[in-house]
């Protein structure tokens, strides 16, 4: 149980990194963006172009980049959008529950069925070494490694919530009471943590927001 | 088969989504089980699942959907550099030494901002933390309070440019300037209504909206122009330019998104406001919501991608244009069934899972899809704020003192809730016209 402990710690702390490096994309994207909306009327009116398709396929990039990469990061902060009418009104252990079971029976299984069936693809862009059908366009090899990676870092990032959740299940019936400090591993890692995300370890008493 | 299956499938996805395990993967595990299960007595092709990579790739060169993260982020950049709260106090201001003036200036504000927005919880929190405060200070009676409130926040789920209206767009196929465009007159009416309701209440029970007392008015004249001038028409300017330029056709969303974007960190810049803290809040929750809406959106790819695989899509299909009454038929069930979803999920689940099931059969039937997306939008902001259950009046609970009971914040609704119905009707009726 231990090591176990030890592997969920470690890919919190790899998603929690890759989490806060990702904000800044969001910036970068603004002003790639910006530049792009300006270079167009720039190059309207003057006749002379600064814009270029890689520019506007990195803008794409960028945001794809943010949500590819971010998916495991946002599951480990609760970050996915829950129907929450029933689930606010249970219990730690009644959470844990679903949230193990659906890891082990939806998460992880369609995360295998998407590195599996992304393989081939992927593969066949890196044989042919596939550019954007544009001019001047960029690669398109590597963001589309970005889905692998993707999902194996969710892959990853569920089997850590396995680990958690199968912890909290494994604490004797009544054990430690429900305390908003019961998301072990999320506070670990660099960036924006459970400290300005109250409530965003998946295996706290709940959403920052609850129904009842 | 579809008959069987569609049912199964929908029913079966629901009550996944209603665990409480995130919907995202909920309705992809949903897929992979009816994928399974359809595959066991023949009825589903397992190479259709191929199509999921190509899908994803489609999302991610999606150029509409772009537009998402660029005003998400010019919203809480407004917000987080306290913009947002210095555009009601000069409102405040300006309107407060007339009854009722603060909540228009908060029905004003909430037009405004939640426009950049487009999240319900996000704008009632935001709002609700800004302006409930305020309110109470100055002698508002509770429920108008909070029914203004409560109801300013969804406003932005139709006022342009909101994110709702662009995945509904991109869902429906038809252009996001079109139903920029569409939405602007329907949230104007209601926004009017809500003006016109406090103004009402304010001559025929003073004291449930009073005046703002004469101190906190008690500012010079140059103060106050320099006020109007430095906190109010900026962020007014920045929001008209962005919509008028899509409006106008000389940007594209995604185009006037960024460019708003921008724009908000230069006018945060320019009262000094561009503070590390509120560009990492903007930044954090660009990418928390991006993350969230686009992977509901890969999550449900694949639902309806078994959905069709199942021929659900043609049950749904036989099921919706066989309802007598034809197209009148069509809405009042479309429009039941979201009014009820509404309570429990979000407009991005109802666009994502609905939206890409009714848009052939509104074909089939005639129905202009700018406008269906229209009233689905008012439609879903009504069920946002109708009790016990609406969303608008779940998260202004979240931020309402102790104080102020879940009673009143549910009696406060109820006049919203009738001009809401009273447009959405009108806005029914005219297109039958």
Known sequence: ?212 | MGEVWGPAMLLGALALIFTGYPVAFALAGAALVFSFLGMLVGHFDPVLLRALPDRTFGIMANYTLLAVPFFIFMGTVLEKSDLAEDLLETIGILFGRFRGGLAIGVIGVGALLAAATGVVGASVTAMGLISLPVMMRNGYKDELTVGVIAAAGTLGQIIPPSIVLIVLGDQMGVSVGALFRAGLVPGLILTGAYVVYVAGVAIVRPEAAPAMSAESLDIPGSELLRRVMGSMLPPLVLILVVLGSIFAGVATPTEAGSLGALGAMALAAMHRRLSMEALRAAMNDTTRLTIMVIFLLIGSTAFTLVFRGLEGDLWIADLLTDLPGGSLGFLLVVNAVVFGLGFFIDFFEIAFIIVPLIVAPAQILGIDLTWLGIVLAVNIQTSFLTPPFGFSLFYLRGVAPESIPPTTIYRGAVPFIVIQLIVLAGLIAWARV
């Open chain 1, 1 to 212: 149980m231990r090591s176990l402990q030890r592997i969920s710690a470690a890919i919190d702390r790899l998603n929690d990194r890759i989490g806060a490096a990702i904000q800044w994309i969001a910036l970068v994207m603004v002003i790639v963006g910006s530049f792009n909306a300006i270079a167009r009327y720039a190059g309207r009116y003057t006749g002379f172009s600064l814009s270029s398709n890689a520019y506007l396929e990195l803008q794409w990039y960028l945001f794809s980049l943010i949500f590819l990469m971010g998916a495991a990061y946002g599951l480990n902060h609760d970050y996915h959008v829950r129907v929450d009418v029933l689930y606010a009104r249970l219990g730690r252990r009644a959470r844990a529950w679903i949230n193990l079971i659906g890891s082990v029976l939806f998460l992880v299984p369609f995360a295998f069925v998407m590195l599996w069936i992304s393989w081939g693809p992927v593969a066949n862009s890196w044989a042919i070494l596939e550019t954007s059908p544009d001019p001047g366009g960029l690669p398109r090899y590597p963001i589309k490694t970005v889905i692998l990676v993707s999902f194996f870092l969710l892959l990853l990032q569920a089997i850590s919530q396995i680990v958690k959740n199968a912890e909290i299940l494994a604490e004797p019936a009544g054990g430690p009471s429900a305390g908003p400090s019961s998301g072990s591993s999320a506070a670990d890692g660099p960036g924006p943590t459970a400290a300005d995300d109250p409530g965003a370890a998946v295996d706290g008493p709940g959403p920052a927001v609850e129904r009842d």
